[in-house]
């Protein structure tokens, strides 16, 4: 890897501001030959980045979901497993922690090649949000459907991959595995008692 080590020095400026942080993002997150102070900073850093990054995607699918609760989603027949509304925002936001603790879990084993299955979890997270998106923005029950049954395939090669870094990783995901399963099956009982 290159070492990032000259930085402009225009204090105060946006630019500046810019090439700080790039020194930072490279010191701590990224720079192999760390200290133990920096260590430490990388690995809070990581958790940081990854539970973030995680509540994000929950925070963007919940955009289209809080209008349709009330409006259009009340007006489905649902199936009798059906909770209660106010179950789904406090079991996600606890996904969503446990999936990031995973994903920073896999990015700090030090094992080598730790970070690809990292980026896939990063990318998974796209299809975790547009699922809402697709289920209470477009009101689509049939493409949530699909969508669905894409991200319950992704959780469940990211565990498969996550186990040969972590296994407490892959522990910490059950619980999502679990729920998104259950979720389908809401998904498809109103595709069938909604035609």
């Given amino acids: ?27 701590y997150l990224i720079h192999p030959h760390a200290t133990v102070k920096s260590m430490t900073i990388r690995t809070i850093g990581l958790f940081a980045l990854c539970i973030g990054a995680s509540l994000l995607a929950g925070f ?29 925002m ?19 084993s030090g094992k080598p090649g730790a970070w690809r299955p990292v980026v896939f979890f990063f990318a998974h997270l796209f299809i975790n949000a547009y699922w809402s998106i697709a289920f209470f923005g477009q009101q689509d029950p049939k493409l949530a459907l699909a969508v669905i049954g894409v991200m319950w395939v992704m ?21 999502y595995l679990v ?4 979720a389908s099956t809401l998904n498809l009982g109103i595709v069938l008692l909604n035609p």
């Fill in 1 to 27: 890897m290159v070492a990032v080590t000259n930085y402009p020095s225009a204090k105060g400026t946006p630019r500046c501001f810019f090439w700080c942080a790039l020194h930072t993002f490279h010191k």
């Fill in 60 to 88: 963007l699918g919940s955009v289209p979901t809080v209008d349709s609760i009330t409006g259009w989603y009340s007006t489905l027949v649902k199936p009798g497993w059906n909770p209660p509304n106010w179950v789904f």
């Fill in 90 to 108: 406090p079991v996600w936001t606890l996904l969503y922690i446990l999936m990031g603790t995973a994903a920073a879990l896999v990015w700090t």
């Fill in 155 to 175: 959780i469940a090669f990211m565990m498969l991959w996550f186990w040969r870094y972590s296994r407490t990783a892959t522990y910490l995901l059950t619980p």
């Fill in 179 to 182: 729920w998104v399963t259950y």
